[in-house]
């Protein structure tokens, strides 16, 4: 049991490129998350899933495109990088809506846009 | 803004308790106390929540004062393990609607050997 899978863990992109950030979990959870954290600044969410096939945008989604086609995935996509994208990135899933104690993080994307 | 305060740094021998205080003094009634922990370079960790008893469980304890103003992390036995920023959040839970969760700044725990 692997709980939640990110990939890649660090990646270096310029300015306009593009990118996937995949994030995998082995929980059967319903719900998955992105976020962002940034320097002294909490969790900012991205997008969200509420089941396979369906995303919502969350507070910060501007610059972010979302897929779920299966249930155990959750791909963040960026069309065009830009450096205010520079950020550690975190996937989550939970088994519940917003009930934060069954909520699992993976261990994080650190992107850096220049 | 975050809707709580904690203290920016705190050590603490190995082996004895760690207590971590957090001010929540604006703290809406349906909204629980959750505690999480970052350790350098992971992802969040959940450790405990509660709404206004104390709780305890594998890994910690919570003590909620009564008024719900304010509360403890209480991490019975550190180990250097537990060297991590630790997270005290109000959050409504189930609701919250899309929005983020504001970490705030956290403690810093630092385990002495």
């Known amino acids: 049991n692997a709980g939640v899978t990110q990939t890649p863990k660090f990646r270096v992109l310029k300015t306009g490129q593009s990118m996937t950030l995949l994030c995998a979990q082995d929980?059967?959870?319903?719900?998955m998350y992105w976020y962002r954290q940034d320097p002294g600044m909490g969790l900012r969410l991205i997008h969200y899933s509420v089941g396979e096939g369906t995303t919502a945008k969350g507070e910060v989604p501007d610059g972010y495109n979302v897929s779920r086609l299966k249930k155990q995935n959750f791909l963040l996509g960026l069309e065009s990088a830009a450096p205010s994208q520079t950020s550690v990135y975190f996937c989550?899933?939970?088994?519940?809506?917003?009930?934060?104690?069954?909520?699992?993080f993976g261990p994080g994307t650190r992107l850096l846009v220049l | 803004d975050a809707k709580t305060t904690q203290p920016p740094s705190m050590d603490c021998a190995e082996g004895r308790a760690a207590n971590l205080p957090c001010n929540h003094s604006t703290i809406s009634g349906n909204e629980y106390v959750y505690w999480y922990r970052q350790i350098h370079s992971q992802g969040p960790q959940y450790i405990i929540h509660g709404l206004k008893n104390n709780e305890t469980n594998e890994m910690a304890s919570l003590i909620i004062t009564e008024d719900r103003k304010s509360s403890t992390l209480i991490l019975p036995h550190a180990t250097l393990r537990d060297t991590a920023v630790y997270y005290c959040?109000?959050?409504?839970?189930?609701?919250?609607?899309?929005?983020?969760?504001?970490f705030g700044k956290g403690t810093h725990l630092i385990i002495q050997p």
């Open positions: 959040i109000v959050f409504p839970r189930g609701g919250g609607g899309a929005d983020g969760l504001t």
């Open positions: 989550a899933s939970s088994l519940e809506w917003r009930a934060l104690e069954t909520q699992y």
């Open positions: 929980m059967n959870h319903e719900y």
